[in-house]
């Protein structure tokens, strides 16, 4: 049904099988692990192909789907086993003879797709079962609906021609991105929906009362739902429910509170908004996170704004929320806490941390100590001095790749001034650094030997804080001036031997580059000369502006 070099997002191809029975029931698991298992063992035969990162392993956190194509030859050889079965109008239809009558699935890639299937159907009443609309300019509306009551799975972008009486075989809805404001009340009557997927709606304002009575509903997606304020009272009655990528919090009678949360098995990815309407540890413990050992990724949002006029409870309540030690991922935004959750050192598997907007936080706990830590991004921490803070040995992030600091006025080290560093380097793994609007930083931190390379047996040894890093961005650093935190004059000069991009912008103190190491040669004659290696010996990108103070 795709066309060919089409990206498919697996997580919807999975439910797409679901939708239309391909996916045959196993007594003690769950079709979606089943469809996941189809498809690792169709990947692994080179059915498909282009598949992004391992599937359905969380090893890179910066790719937020898997997605995959189906290779060109067995995309031939489908097809033609499949006759009729399946369509693909990706050009405009010359007339109407041309339309693929007989296809159960049918997938458009043109410009204003429902205008052409709205004049073909008027002549007919096919048998779809999946209808993809995948153009980029919707047309005026899907009129004739009622032609199409054997359909099983429907991903479209205009939302006015819902008439949920014609679909009640429907089980895969996909509405994103559309312009709708509001679902139909009477979305009760799809008994058999598996999957809804509401994400990105602009203007989404409110969820139908009787969303609870969709006891199939396994998937359900509310993010990047910017107007969406509350969720529908009852929704712990989904007791089907896997996925639940959004939920807000609302103290109206009629919504949901975090605690229709707590007996549904929910994994993937799950976002609680509007924290500041859950009152307490007790109304956060309700939500049941520790049970939800299927979470990889949650993220803790309050409303930014604000935080002294809301409730005063924002410790107790991020204390509530303790996920399961198992979490990849998490996210805490605009938390009016000045302390950190104690249950942050039982995150031993977690890849990647994201701070945004904690205005009140004074102190980070011992994030070195969290063993697979992949990602640490710090935004907005208005009240935080120094990042490595309270240790007693040394100070290694061991696996750390990305490092993100941005509008973080008042940090000014890296280290405690009690911290015994000694020759340890900080960040021994970092590849990517990024360092925005942090005025009060004066320097890198402290450069350390490291061994660079190796030839005839001998080691040649030079000094950096980031023996990995191959991108750099340092932006609008008011009292930057030192490429490292020292005392005094060194002999030898910090080097970035792995770097390939610098970006140094706006950044008015910094009056030198680094000038890397001495190199001493010997002549033939004896004679010695003194040289002086690059700071960057694989640099490919460099843009400097902003630098007055540069000579």
């Keep these: 049904m795709f066309p060919k070099d089409y990206e498919i997002d697996v997580e919807m191809l999975i439910q797409l099988w679901m939708a239309n029975g391909f996916i045959l029931e196993k007594q003690g698991e769950r079709p979606e692990i089943t469809g996941k298992n189809i498809f690792v063992e169709l990947a692994a035969r080179s059915f ?11 090893n890179h956190t910066e790719v937020s789907r898997i997605t995959c194509k189906i290779h060109d030859l067995m995309h031939d050889v489908t097809m033609d086993s499949m006759g009729n079965e399946c369509a693909t109008i990706a050009t405009k239809l010359s007339k109407s003879e041309d339309f693929p ?154 919504c949901s509170n975090v605690r229709e ?27 049941g996170l520790g049970n939800k050992k299927k979470l990889t990724k ?13 409730n ?13 030690d198992g979490l990849k991922v998490l996210g805490i935004y605009s938390c009016g806490s000045s302390t950190f959750p104690t249950w942050m050192d039982i995150l031993n598997g977690m890849v990647e941390l994201k701070l945004s907007g904690c205005k009140k936080l004074e102190k980070l706990p011992a994030l070195w100590q969290l063993p697979a830590l992949e990602i640490l991004h710090l935004k907005g921490l208005e009240s935080l001095h120094c990042l490595c803070s309270g240790a007693t040995t040394a100070v290694i992030f061991q696996k750390l790749k990305v490092l993100t600091l941005v509008e973080m006025p008042n940090v000014e080290a890296w280290l405690d001034t009690d911290v015994v560093q000694g020759e340890e380097t900080i960040f021994p793994k970092v590849e990517k650094l990024e360092i925005h609007e942090c005025g009060s930083l004066t320097a890198l931190p402290k ?54 991009e610098l970006y140094i912008l706006s950044c008015a103190s910094l009056a030198t580059l680094p000038i890397g190491s001495l190199l001493v040669e010997q002549s033939f004659g004896g004679a010695e000369t003194v040289c002086c290696r690059s700071a960057f010996p694989a640099l490919r990108k460099l843009e400097l502006s902003g630098l007055s103070a540069l000579e």
């Design 312 to 324: 005063n409870n924002h410790e107790e309540v991020v204390e509530g929320l303790k996920p399961h």
């Design 447 to 500: 450069a350390a030997s490291v061994i660079t390379e190796s030839s005839g047996g001998v080691d040649t040894k030079r000094r950096s804080a980031f023996p990995a890093l191959r991108n750099r961005t340092l932006f609008s650093l008011n009292m930057f001036d030192r490429w490292e935190v020292v005392e005094g004059t060194l002999v030898e000069g910090v080097t970035f031997p792995r770097l390939e």
């Design 48 to 58: 498909f192909q282009d598949v992004k990162g391992i599937p359905f392993q969380f």
């Design 261 to 287: 949360l707590q007996d549904l098995d929910l994994g993937g990815r799950l976002e609680l908004r509007q924290l500041e309407n859950v009152t307490g540890a007790n109304g956060a413990q309700a939500a």
């Design 101 to 254: 009558y007989s296809a159960c699935h049918l997938f458009l890639s043109v410009n204003r797709a429902e205008t052409i299937l709205n004049a073909s159907l008027a002549k007919g009443s096919p048998t779809f079962q999946t209808l993809i609309f995948g153009g980029k300019k919707p047309g005026r509306g899907f009129q004739k609906l009622s032609n199409c009551s054997s359909v099983r799975a429907l991903k479209v972008q205009q939302s006015s021609f819902l008439r949920l009486k014609y679909l009640h075989h429907l089980r895969y809805l996909d509405l994103s991105k559309s312009d709708i404001e509001a679902l139909p009340e009477d979305i009760s009557i799809l008994y058999h929906l598996q999957t809804l997927d509401l994400s990105n709606c602009a203007d989404l304002q409110r969820l139908p009362k009787e969303l609870k009575y969709l006891t199939s509903l396994r998937h359900l997606y509310t993010h990047g739902c910017r107007k969406l304020k509350s969720m529908p009272g009852g929704l712990g009655h989904l007791t089907s429910l896997q996925t639940l990528a959004c939920f807000i919090a609302d103290t109206d009678s009629g």
């Design 298 to 310: 949650l993220e803790l949002i309050w409303t930014d704004g604000d935080q002294e006029a809301q």
